[in-house]
Each structure stands twice: as C-alpha cells, then as structure tokens.
C-alpha cells in the first residue's frame, strides 16, 4: 500500500461527459502528480501541483484541469469525454516539489481509476 | 528531451532464471535520478528503486539488482532466479526538472516480464 488513494477506481460513462477523479496524497505529501496510462501513448505526465500551486504541465488536454485544494487532496477533471479518453488515470504523491538532487524524490503511486468512455 | 528506451517489449522466461531489462535514456541534464517501477497484473505502479546521475555504483537488493552506466547511458535491471510472481510490467523512469521547481518523470514503453513453471 502506497498511501495515496484514490477514488473512484473504476468509472465508465458516454462520451460528451464530465467526470472528476480525486486523489489523497500520502499523509506529509506536499506534491501531486497526474498520469494517464493509455495502450497507445504510454504512461504520460500530465501535471503537477504543489502544496497547492501548479508546479509542471505536461501533455494535458485543455479539456482536462486539475487543482489541488488546502488540505492537499487533488482532483483531476475531465470534461467532453472523446473515447480517446479512456484509460488508466494515476496520481503519484512525493515530498518533494522543487527539483534539483537534494529534492527529487521518488513518486508513489496510486491504484488509478480505470476510466472507460463508450 | 528526454527520453527513455526500453527496447524489449517482451520476456519470457522459466523460473529460476536470470532475466536482464534493459533502459537506454537520453538527457542533456548533467543531475537527474532513474527510477524502476513494477507494474503487476493488479495495475498499480510500484517504486524499486531511485539512482541518481553521480552515484554509478550498482546495487544489489535481495534478488534484485541494477547495472547503472553513465557512458552508455544504460541503467539495466536483473531478476535472479526468477519466480512467477516477478511477471509483471516493468517501467524505467527519468527525472527531468522543471524551471520554477517542477519536476516530473518520463516513462519507457515498458518491459512485459513472462515468468513461466
């Protein structure tokens, strides 16, 4: 057990929907991050917060955004699901935030929600 | 950019065999961390291990071990005797850090370990 959950771990709906994936970082955690694992593109960063901030983009959809909330919980949203959408959602949790050796640590791992758009 | 390579998509072996997963990255970072993750049939990702780029020792843990080469920017990863319950997917990561205190992790494609009685 990593300690970051996350919820809910499956989720099927249509395409045009919205969903909203929440995540709870190991307890101590300061940083969020966000992964899609899908067959074709891989695992693939998609953002990261800090303590609240946005820290790092990588290849998020402008359909999707995310936030985290004071308590550190983070919630990933995806909006007008395309099927394209479908696949394995991570959230990761680390201490760290800021990058530089003393500082990168490594991530653990959420469980994912299997999100399927049919 | 980074990138990490994990030329074998797939390996099959018989217990009790060694296996080596192979990870070729790229960067142009002089500081950076590797990572391995496993990910078995239950789908979450599970840490094994963190090197950073100035520590070029190899390590050993139980069964597992890791062959870190800077050279040829290699960071490969053996299974001695293999046991069924190895069978999973196995990821190789590179950091990359961000300007204004971001960091994040690129992936290989992943290695699919078969391990068979």
């Known amino acids: 057990d990593s300690g970051v959950t996350q919820t809910p771990k499956h989720l099927i709906t249509a395409t045009g929907q919205r969903v909203t994936l929440r995540c709870s970082p190991r307890s101590g955690d300061l940083s969020v991050y966000w992964y899609q694992q899908s067959l074709d593109q891989g695992l693939q960063f998609l953002i990261q917060y800090y303590n609240g901030e946005e820290r790092a983009k990588g290849n998020i959809l402008e359909r999707f955004s995310a936030q985290q909330f004071p308590d550190l919980h983070s919630e990933l949203n995806l909006s007008s699901l395309e099927l394209g959408d479908s696949a394995l959602y991570f959230c990761?949790?680390?201490?760290?935030?800021?990058?530089?050796?003393?500082?990168?640590?490594?991530?653990?791992f959420g469980e994912g929600s299997r999100l399927t758009v049919l | 950019a980074q990138k990490v390579t994990q030329a074998q998509t797939e390996i099959s072996v018989v217990e009790k065999e060694d296996v080596t997963l192979d990870c070729v990255y790229e960067?142009?970072?002089?500081?950076?961390?590797l990572f391995w993750y496993k990910q078995p049939p239950s789908g979450e990702l599970v840490f094994l291990i963190r090197?950073?780029?100035?520590?070029?020792q190899n390590e050993i843990s139980g069964r597992y071990s890791w062959n870190f080469q800077k050279s040829t920017s290699s960071f490969n990863f053996t299974i001695t005797a293999s046991q069924v319950v190895d069978s999973a997917v196995y990821f190789c990561?590179?950091?990359?850090?961000?300007?204004?205190?971001?960091?994040?992790?690129?992936f290989g494609t992943g290695t699919q370990l078969k391990v068979e009685l």
């Open positions: 990761a949790s680390s201490s760290s935030g800021t990058s530089g050796m003393a500082n990168t640590g490594e991530l653990f």
């Open positions: 960067t142009r970072d002089t500081t950076y961390y």
């Open positions: 090197r950073n780029s100035f520590d070029e």
């Open positions: 990561a590179l950091s990359e850090p961000f300007t204004g205190g971001g960091n994040k992790l690129t």
